[in-house]
Nanobody, 121 residues
Framework: QVQLVESGGGLVQPGGSLRLSCAAS????????MGWYRQVSGEQRELVARITSGGATIYADSVKGRIAISRDNAKNTVVLQMNSLKSEDTAVYYC???????????????WGQGTQVTVSS
């Protein structure tokens, strides 16, 4: 099993910045990709950004140029640096990891518990 522990989030004014971190822990696993999703109450969860073990990244169009994702493979951590935040960025942000477990065929999807980001004056 793999556990994802998120940190960061909170309240920030429009135009401000926040940094979200997520650390994966467990045993006998390797991570194919890590990323962040967000969800507003009553709406579907949507991808914000994802990064593979090789460093390839993908971003939602709505955050391009304002948000950057980075990863430390040795520490199994992923960081989401969010700048120029807007009110529409308000949501619960979830860390996600696509994991290969030793002895298990195929990849397994893991989620963090979620952290609230509120952008408001």
């Amino acid at each position: 099993q793999v556990q994802l522990v998120e940190s960061g989030g909170g309240l920030v004014q429009p135009g401000g910045s926040l940094r979200l971190s997520c650390a994966a822990s467990g045993s006998r696993f390797s991570i194919a990709a890590m990323g962040w999703y967000r969800q507003v109450s009553g709406e579907q969860r949507e991808l914000v950004a994802r990064i593979t073990s090789g460093g390839a990244t993908i971003y939602a169009d709505s955050v391009k140029g304002r948000i950057a994702i980075s990863r430390d493979n040795a520490k199994n951590t992923v960081v989401l640096q969010m700048n120029s935040l807007k009110s529409e960025d308000t949501a619960v942000y979830y860390c996600n990891a696509i994991v290969y477990l030793v002895g298990v065929t195929g990849a397994t999807n893991y989620w963090g518990q979620g952290t609230q980001v509120t952008v408001s004056s």
